[in-house]
């Protein structure tokens, strides 16, 4: 039971041993930099959408979920 623990924890440890980070190289900085690789590709839309739900749920934040006040999804 103990080798097996022990076995358990190196195979974890070991899927964990080739998380560097990577750089980004000049040439895929011009993808990168595309307007729909952005997080928020069009920030008056966004604006006007939380503008939307904190009007309707009296509360700021928590944008990213579904559905109105009233429970119905």
Same mark, same amino acid.
């Given at each position: ?14 899927? *964990? ?54 429970? *119905?999804?």
């Amino acid at each position: 039971m103990k080798a097996l623990l022990i076995m358990m924890g190196v195979i974890t440890l070991s899927a *964990c041993s080739n998380l560097t980070p990577k750089e980004v190289k000049p040439w895929e900085r011009g993808t990168l930099a595309r307007d729909n690789m952005k997080l928020v590709p069009d920030e008056v839309h966004t604006g006007l959408d939380e503008h939307i739900y904190f009007s309707k749920e009296a509360a700021s934040g928590g944008s990213g979920v579904g559905g109105g006040g009233c429970g *119905c999804n």
